[in-house]
């Protein structure tokens, strides 16, 4: 009786395993959600603190099935990023450093309109949003019960859509007296770059828990290979794009700029339908 009361159990297992396997499409798709951290790593000395960023991605992402092991995954994500940088503003790194900015544009270097003042940069914190489009390739194993286990390995490809900016730091009058303030919700064009290219790997389980719609929970990392601003021209000067400068002892400016590589650590959870 133990023995038919096993095969029993077996068999009505099996079948539900086929039919499980049968009744999933060849392509699926659903909602996301991923929340983490984000890292910048400085490639300037201008730049003495990053810290770590908050980045949150909503959006729709998809599973086309090559075979039963392998899919490709994409979909379009948009991610809300915040991040901040602390600038040197010691002599031996040339100096505090500053910006002009006429009502909430910060104005680029060779710019010939009027000003409404000159702010001394201290702290910098960013908002951008990201449209995304990852190209991963998902490798997966067959089901084990009701779950599954995956990787993904691919890119995550960033445009940027908007970005704002406060600066903390001291208004400087013409007598170059510094009175601490702030600068809030300020734009500066041309300092993001357009592009933000990533590659990375993702571990996860998917758990099917009602017909072909299955809850998928995944922790991963990309690397940036990408620069987080622009940091030189296609045609002309290289500094022509450039907000930041210092100035030495003659009043003369040099222009700089942020540079720094992007990462991200990501918890992500989907569902698919």
């Known amino acids: 009786m133990k023995k038919i009361v096993i095969a029993t159990l077996f068999s009505i297992s099996a079948v539900a395993l086929v039919a499980q ?5 060849r392509v699926k798709g659903g909602l996301t959600i991923a929340t983490g951290l984000n890292f ?20 729709m992402l998809g599973d086309y099935r090559i075979n039963k ?8 994500e948009f991610d809300f990023t915040r991040f901040s940088y602390t600038y040197a503003n010691s002599f031996q790194n040339g100096g505090p450093v500053f ?7 910060v104005l680029r270097n060779g710019h010939d309109s009027p000003i409404d003042g000159l702010f001394r940069v201290d702290e910098r914190r960013t908002r951008a949003i990201y449209t995304t489009v990852p190209t991963m390739i998902k490798f997966q194993t067959n089901y ?14 960033s445009f940027l859509m908007r970005s704002r900016i406060d600066f903390q730091g001291a208004d400087v009058n013409t007598g170059l007296i510094a009175t601490p303030g702030e600068l809030n919700d300020m734009q500066t064009s041309r300092d993001m770059s357009f592009y933000r290219g990533a590659v990375g790997l993702s571990v ?16 991963g990392y990309f690397y940036g290979f990408t620069n987080v601003h622009r940091t030189g021209t296609v ?15 003659m009043l003369e400016r040099t222009y700089r ?11 992500r959870a989907t569902i698919l339908f």
């Open 69 to 76: 092991n392998i899919a490709f995954t994409s979909g379009v």
């Open 99 to 105: 910006v002009e900015y006429r009502d909430r544009d």
């Open 21 to 25: 396997e049968e009744e999933e499409g």
């Open 235 to 249: 045609f002309g000067d290289d500094d022509k794009n450039y907000h930041l400068f210092q100035i030495d002892n």
């Open 144 to 157: 084990m019960g009701y779950a599954r286990y995956f990787g993904r390995f691919g890119l995550r490809n």
């Open 204 to 219: 996860g389980a998917e758990w099917n828990f009602a017909g072909s719609t299955s809850l998928v929970g995944e922790l």
């Open 40 to 59: 910048k790593t400085p490639e300037t000395n201008l730049i003495t603190d990053t810290g770590a960023g908050f980045d949150f991605t909503i959006g």
């Open 257 to 267: 700029t942020s540079s720094a590589m992007p990462g991200q650590l990501m918890l």
